[in-house]
């Protein structure tokens, strides 16, 4: 049955959920159904006066504390974009009410022992209700999930299968993470200390894949030389997120990167001595201690925001020495600027372009090309294969 929106925005009155407002006001004045929720009507009005939003762009009080409120806010639309986070502390209700509501759910989450637990009560109630429920729809892990999976299709194309080795090497990562991508990571160190059970799925590369386990993986937690890029490598902060998407990719598509994948992140620190000084210190580094960095719910200036890029490569090893690369770029900084378009469009892609069977996805296994060709098209992102 058509609902009477497209997309709903739940947590519009946020700082990454305003940014998802002011994208789709700009870049879709016409042609799409959105609304905008969150606990507060007059905050939601001052937000949608502030991006300069239509002024008949509906408002919906919604609130993670009242799961009836969700349940009818997931009745009125086709897909509902959260941006509420943590998600562990304020998700689940929405996750069962898409989930039984058969409405489409995307968020930011970076919490994989959360998705664990949602995998394994929901994902059979959204294959009945066709709900299509995609973790992980910012730069964690959208840049690195299709990464891989373009880096594939050209290893296929090219050598006649699948890389059994793939690295990915963050070179340039100009603007960091986000405040709730912060507090999502305390959150999570909290419930790992009250529960030894999270410490297994964390430190688990196949915690989202049940019932599949592959070959041993690195574990990218020290600094290294690496040959392959002839520089030092030091510990990327996304990694404990987005290998376990990428593996759950391979596993939802059958395994296509083959049973035998190895997947690691890291970081290019630099070459010689300095390379190795960099590399030492950024693994020493604790991001999340003291108080620096945006809080949930702020952020950076636009002007930051536009200023900000990153540059990744993917490399994919063959056992006779032969590779294939392939190159992801974005044009904002990764936190915001970028993952703000980027959940935009994967909901436009399931909205618009596919109609995959329910069940709680990645968006590499069910969007794949659809997503990324509208990524490089309207949200500022490039993949080039060489």
């Known amino acids: ?189 909290a419930a790992a200390a009250r529960d030894p059970r999270i410490v297994a799925l964390l430190t688990n590369p196949f915690a989202l894949t049940p019932g599949f386990s592959g070959p041993h993986q690195p574990t990218g937690l020290l600094p290294e030389y690496d040959k392959s890029v002839g520089a030092w490598v030091a510990p990327f902060i996304m990694a404990p997120i987005n290998t376990k998407n990428v593996h759950r990719t391979n596993f939802l598509l059958g395994e296509k990167y083959g049973a035998n994948f190895v997947y690691d992140e890291m970081m290019v620190a630099g070459l010689g001595d300095l390379g190795k000084a960099a590399a030492e210190a950024i693994a020493k580094v604790n991001p999340l201690a003291g108080d620096k960095g945006p809080k949930p719910g702020e952020g950076p200036s636009k002007e930051e925001r536009d200023s900000g890029h990153y540059d990744i490569l993917f490399i994919g090893e063959f056992p006779d020495d032969s590779r294939v690369e392939c190159v992801v770029t974005g044009d904002k900084d990764p936190g915001y600027g970028s993952t703000s378009k980027m959940i935009a469009e994967a909901a436009l892609c399931l909205v618009q372009d596919v109609h995959g069977e329910g069940g709680i996805w990645t968006p590499g296994a069910l969007m794949g090309d659809a997503l990324r060709e509208r990524l490089t098209a309207k949200a500022g992102l490039t993949f080039r294969c060489g």
């Open 1 to 189: 049955m058509a609902r009477e929106f497209d997309i709903i925005i739940y947590g519009a009155t946020g700082f990454t959920g305003r940014l998802v407002a002011e994208y789709l006001s700009e870049t879709y004045p016409s042609g799409i159904k959105w609304a905008m929720a969150g606990r507060s009507l007059s905050k939601l009005q001052e937000v949608r006066d502030l991006i300069g939003a239509p002024a008949d762009v509906t408002l919906i009080a919604a609130n993670s504390d009242d799961p009836a409120s969700l349940k009818a806010m997931c009745e009125r639309a086709t897909a509902v974009i959260t941006t509420v986070g943590p998600y562990q502390l304020y998700g689940s209700d929405l996750v069962a009410a898409c989930a039984e509501t058969g409405t489409a759910y995307l968020d930011l989450c970076g919490e994989p022992a959360w998705m664990r637990h949602m995998i394994d009560a929901h994902h059979e109630t959204a294959k009945r209700s066709g709900a299509r429920i995609v973790f992980s729809c910012g730069f964690d892990s959208i840049p690195f999930d299709l990464g891989v999976l373009t880096l594939q299709q050209c290893a296929i194309a090219k050598h006649g299968g699948p890389a059994p080795r793939v690295k990915c090497r963050v070179r340039v990562m100009k603007g960091g993470f986000s405040g709730g991508t912060a507090a999502s990571l305390k959150a999570t160190l």
